[in-house]
Structure formats: C-alpha cells, structure tokens
C-alpha cells in the first residue's frame, strides 16, 4: 500500500507515519530524513542536494522525483510505503503518480490529519522552545500555514478526483488516541486488517 500523509505544519503527520508504517510493516519515508541521508551520505544526489539543504532552499521538483523514484524502487518499500512530507504540490502528485505508473503501482490511500490552527500555532511554538527551533516562530508558521493551505491542500482534491481514498482524521489529542482513530478509520475503508494495529 502506498499512503500518502497529509496535514499541516504541527499537525502531528511525522509520528504518526511512523506508528502506521510500523503497524504494517512497511517502511516510513519522510522526505526531510532523506534529503539529510543522501547529503551525510555524500552520493551524487546528496551531493546536489547538500548546498540546497545548507542554504535552507527549496530541493526542485525534478531532484526530488528521482530521490523519491530511487527510496521506492528499495527492496523494503516493495509492499509499500508511508509517504510523508511528499507529495507537497500538484506537479509533485503528477510525478509521484507517473513514477509509481512505471512499476504498476498507485497511490493507495491519502491520509488527511486535520487540527485547528490555534492549536497548531501552540504544538509549533511548544516544539521551538523545547528544541530550540528558531525557524518555528509566529511569521514562519503563519506562512508555512498559508503555503500548505495553497499548494497541498488542492494535492488532496487532485487524489480525491482520482479516485484515491481519501481519509480525513481529527489529529488533535494524545498520540495514541490519534493513532486509534487512524486505525479506524482504514479499518473501515478495509485498508487494514484487525490485526494491524
């Protein structure tokens, strides 16, 4: 199964991809672990990758297609994968479906974790003082806010179009009680047995 995670900054997505992943036994791809990965790892497209990262810039679509195409093609991600950070915009979906196409697969799921702003605002500013994270303050979020509701949100309206499931879950509360109602809800779209959990 592939599953695409989707939720705004704070919302919780990384966590619980990781619970997901490790419940069906599949591997949890954040884009952000592997564009740091590639560049510690200093292989050719770490190596393009690296001063982007250093400068804090955007990677381009183009680099993060063939790192995406190469984390999928692993022999670990060959029952599935948690995608979590990507696919961001509509041309990112547009590639990731056409790199998936090439070895007859599909997006399966596209899981939406959905909390309020004023909470979001609060988990960010908790995260930048206990982390101290200098990039999580009041302007950064609120326009971090602003891109995710203009570019990723039509992300899930393109899947939804297409046919893909489309979960929404509230992801405020406790990690295990979110983890609960994720659960749940694929249960009952029958995209995970009773077991898996």
């Known amino acids: 199964m592939i599953c695409v995670m989707v939720g705004p900054p704070g919302s919780g997505k990384g966590t619980q991809a990781e619970l997901i992943a490790a419940a069906l036994g599949v591997p949890h791809i954040s ?3 592997l564009l740091r990965a590639e560049a510690a790892a200093g292989t050719p497209l770490g190596r393009e990758v690296a001063p982007l ?3 804090g810039e ?6 993060m297609e063939r790192l995406m195409q190469q984390r999928l093609a692993a022999p670990d991600a060959a029952p599935g994968a948690i995608l979590d950070g990507y ?5 990112q979906a547009e590639a990731l479906d056409r790199c998936l196409a090439a070895t ?3 997006a399966d799921l596209v899981l939406v ?3 309020e702003e004023e909470m979001l605002v609060r988990r960010l500013l908790d995260r930048a003082a206990k982390e101290h994270r200098t990039d999580d303050n009041p302007d950064s979020i609120a326009e971090r806010l ?3 509701r203009q570019l990723t949100e039509p992300v899930v309206e393109q899947y939804r179009g297409a046919g893909v499931a489309v979960l929404a879950v509230d992801g405020t509360g406790p990690v295990d009680a979110v983890h ?3 659960a749940r809800a694929m249960r009952g779209a029958g995209l995970l047995a009773d077991e898996q959990a």
């Not at 955007?58 to 680099?63: A, F, Q």
């Not at 696919?87 to 041309?91: A, K």
């Open 31 to 33: 884009t952000g672990e």
């Open 53 to 55: 990262l250093a400068a």
């Open 58 to 63: 955007l990677v381009p679509d183009e680099l």
């Open 87 to 91: 696919p961001r915009t509509v041309p």
């Open 104 to 106: 007859g697969r599909r």
């Open 113 to 115: 974790l959905e909390v």
């Open 146 to 148: 602003v891109e995710y």
């Open 180 to 182: 609960a109602r994720i």
